[in-house]
């Protein structure tokens, strides 16, 4: 076999994987974005009770972890689209002397920066409409505590698609990642090659 026809041959071979490859991704995307529409309405559709339950079940979950796992710098969230909230474990952590920070998005293709918070502190829309607060002091979290849309056995999360927490764990040194989630939040979902995989995720189970 000559020189070129190998050339043409391992061309081939790269063009095909290369197909595959990208067809694959996109068969990944499509996937998530249908399981994020089922996911959110099976959030909307939680009672406020149960909602209320499994919140209180988290914060727990959290306290006690953390008590066993301290750490000093904590990146929280403020909950948007039926999250679970949080903010009673944010209260009590603060009152144990943790720094709390909260997330502000610079640009859709950024990674996200931490702004040191207190829990009571006004909140104010940032740039791309997440609320952060108006003032504080940049920080660098040892943990951050990470709201999942979704989430398989590999822990890998589901979110809505910005990448702003993948972007953030690329980052070194990396974050411990500390996923939360309803339960029935568990899916079943292919990973893409930009997945970072969480280090724990707490859940109401």
Not at 26 to 52: D, N, Q, Y
Not at 170 to 186: D, S
Request: aromatic share 6%; hydrophobic share 45%; proline share 7%.
């Amino acid at each position: 076999m000559t020189t070129s026809r190998i050339a043409r041959d391992s061309a081939h071979t790269d063009a095909v994987g290369s197909t595959l490859q990208t067809v694959a991704e996109t068969s990944a995307a499509s996937e998530k974005s249908v399981l994020r529409t089922h996911l959110l309405a099976a959030r909307k559709a939680m009672t406020p009770a149960a909602r209320a339950a499994a919140e209180t079940m988290i914060c727990s979950r959290l306290l006690d972890w953390l008590q066993k796992n301290p750490v000093a710098r904590l990146g929280v969230y403020h909950p948007i689209r039926q999250e679970p909230d949080l903010h009673p474990a944010y209260n009590a952590l603060a009152a144990q002397g943790v720094h709390l920070s909260l997330p502000i998005i610079r640009g859709k293709d950024a990674p996200l920066e931490f702004v040191r918070w207190t829990p009571g502190e006004t909140l104010v829309k940032d740039a791309m409409g997440t609320s952060a607060p108006v003032h504080g002091e940049t920080v660098r979290p040892q943990a951050l505590l990470i709201p999942c849309l979704g989430f398989n056995a590999a822990r890998l999360r589901l979110g809505y698609g910005g990448g702003f927490y993948d972007r953030t764990l690329a980052q070194e040194p990396r974050p411990l990642a500390i996923g939360i989630a309803y339960a029935g939040a568990l899916a079943e979902f292919s990973g893409q090659p930009h997945d970072i995989a969480l280090d724990l995720i707490l859940t109401d189970a």
